[in-house]
């Protein structure tokens, strides 16, 4: 095996910003549009027609396809490159972007809808695998926090970028916007970033895959649809029920496959599974909250869609500031703490909105609880990221990946039904008093989710640091050497660290 200094060479530096900057561009638009399309679907209905569930499905078709295929969409870039996977990805949801804006009728938006979640599936996990990739183990936490910066704002702001553009133009801009920039993303991805495998000689675990498939499918489609269809109908409880009951299934196949597109063995590592906890059940609080949130700004607030998005800004808008020095923070005392602080404060800060939510609206005493919201999940997203990256094997870090965005859509998918199932157990939207009487339990419910992920975040070894990333060297035995065919990663010379399988580092 060749070894490569511990110092990059110059040129990597301008691979590392390339990678840097188009990965980050193309997460945007694949995280922008989870809700980006909320807050124009009455105008949406308006042009094209069709009742409340199909302007549901124009949400729930891109979280179904989305969650559904990011262990696939990660599986395939192993298999046949990321960077070549990582263009296709964003060529199909740059070409089903064009087909939204083009739609003349509902059904033809929903169903391109569901193929930008296919695109979005593959250039998720890969945008992070790709990342990691190209920067040495020493900077990762400084580019991860940029990278998590921008997730955290395009998560956040998609009802507000959805909303002043469909306000301002047309709703048909919320989706052209992805045309030109995907035009420009795929030649930068195919002439500036370097291409990476994972073990190329692989075969494809296809039986795991459908099962994966079919068993993510049946549990998000039962909690995208409880709330709108029932928790009891035949649809909703075939999908939790079969869903539910294929996921061991799917681990019994993978603890025996030969080669397994999720070894379960890296559940063992501590680090491993303590993080992905963590990501559910900080997703869990937050996506639930943020849906709730912005509808009690216009609701009970009286602000339209565009100033409500606005007033979301102190929390949405921190990402820009503290997660990138949240990267940093990670590369010198490790992950664990910085996402277990995070988490603690997010915490605190939606148990604060709890408290203050009343039929009386005053956004100014809401402003302090929104700030602290705001730093908690900036903490997060860089710091996670790099846990996620340090714990597994270099060839492995595509599906490592994947597994981590499978979990946070599935924990989003959890929360909006979760905190809205009961906020209409003790609210609902007959006046600004019902509708407090239902968020602020909802927001305790939120709350309690995210300080348990704050416990499982300090399960997380503190020796995994950026420069702690376990090498090809220190974990993959001389059979195993010659398929790890990602790009080398620096820092493998003297004072390396290994992991035991608690995932705690030994010299």
Avoid: C
Avoid at 432 to 438: C, I, K, N, R, V
């Amino acid at each position: 095996m060749q070894h490569h200094p511990p110092t990059a060479p110059p040129t990597a530096r301008g691979s590392a910003v390339w990678a840097l900057v188009v990965t980050s561009v193309a997460s945007f638009m694949g995280a922008l549009d989870n809700l980006v399309v909320t807050t124009a679907l009455p105008r949406i209905r308006e042009d094209l027609g069709g009742g409340l569930e199909d302007l549901e499905w124009t949400v729930s078709a891109y979280t179904l396809t989305f969650a559904v295929l990011l262990l696939t969409g990660a599986a395939l870039g192993d298999r046949f490159g990321r960077r070549r996977l990582f263009a296709i990805g964003i060529g199909i949801f740059t070409a089903a972007s064009a087909g939204a804006a083009l739609a003349d009728g509902i059904d033809a938006l929903v169903a391109a809808r569901a193929v930008q979640g296919v695109g979005a599936a593959i250039l998720m996990p890969l945008s992070l695998t790709l990342l990691t990739a190209a920067v040495p183990a020493a900077r990762r936490g400084t580019a991860l926090g940029v990278w998590g910066a921008v997730q955290g704002v395009a998560v956040a702001t998609g009802p507000l970028v959805g909303g002043a553009l469909t306000e301002h133009i047309s709703w048909h801009w919320i989706f052209w916007l992805n045309v030109p920039i995907g035009l420009v993303l795929i030649p930068l991805v195919l002439l500036r970033l370097d291409e990476s495998h994972g073990a190329k000689d692989r075969r494809l675990d296809l039986t795991g895959t459908a099962l994966a498939s079919v068993s993510l499918f049946g549990v998000v489609y039962g909690l995208v649809r409880g709330n709108p269809d029932g928790w009891t109908s035949g649809t909703v409880l075939a999908g939790l029920v079969g869903g539910g009951l294929l996921l061991p299934v799917f681990v019994g196949y993978e603890l025996r496959a030969a080669s397994p597109m999720l070894p379960m063995r890296l559940f063992r590592n501590r680090a491993f599974s303590s993080v992905n906890a963590a990501s559910l059940l900080m997703f869990v609080g937050m996506f639930g909250s943020i849906f709730l949130l912005s509808q009690f700004l216009q609701g009970v607030g009286g602000y339209s869609p565009t100033e409500a998005g606005v007033r979301m800004l102190p929390w949405t808008g921190m990402s820009l500031i503290v997660a990138p020095l949240a990267g940093v923070l990670s590369d010198r005392i490790g992950g664990g703490p910085v996402v277990a602080a995070g988490l603690a404060l997010q915490a605190v800060g939606l148990g604060w909105i709890a408290a203050l939510v009343s039929a009386d609206f005053s956004y100014g005493a809401y402003l302090p609880a929104f700030l602290v919201n705001g730093v908690g999940m900036a903490m997060y997203f860089a710091p996670a990221a790099n846990v996620v990256m340090s714990a597994v094997r270099p060839h492995e870090q595509g599906i490592a990946s994947g597994a981590n965005n499978a979990l946070r859509e599935l924990g989003g998918a959890l929360g909006i039904a979760v905190l809205a199932a009961v906020f209409a157990a003790r609210g609902g939207y007959e006046s600004p008093q019902t509708f407090a009487d239902g968020l602020r339990p909802a927001l305790w419910a939120g709350t309690a989710a995210v300080a348990v992920g704050a416990l499982a975040a300090l399960l997380i070894p503190g020796a995994l640091r950026g420069g702690g990333i376990p090498s090809p060297v220190a974990q993959t035995s001389p059979a195993q050497t010659p398929q790890a065919q990602s790009t080398p990663v620096s820092g493998q010379g003297r004072g390396e660290l290994r992991t035991d399988g608690a995932g705690s580092a030994r010299p």
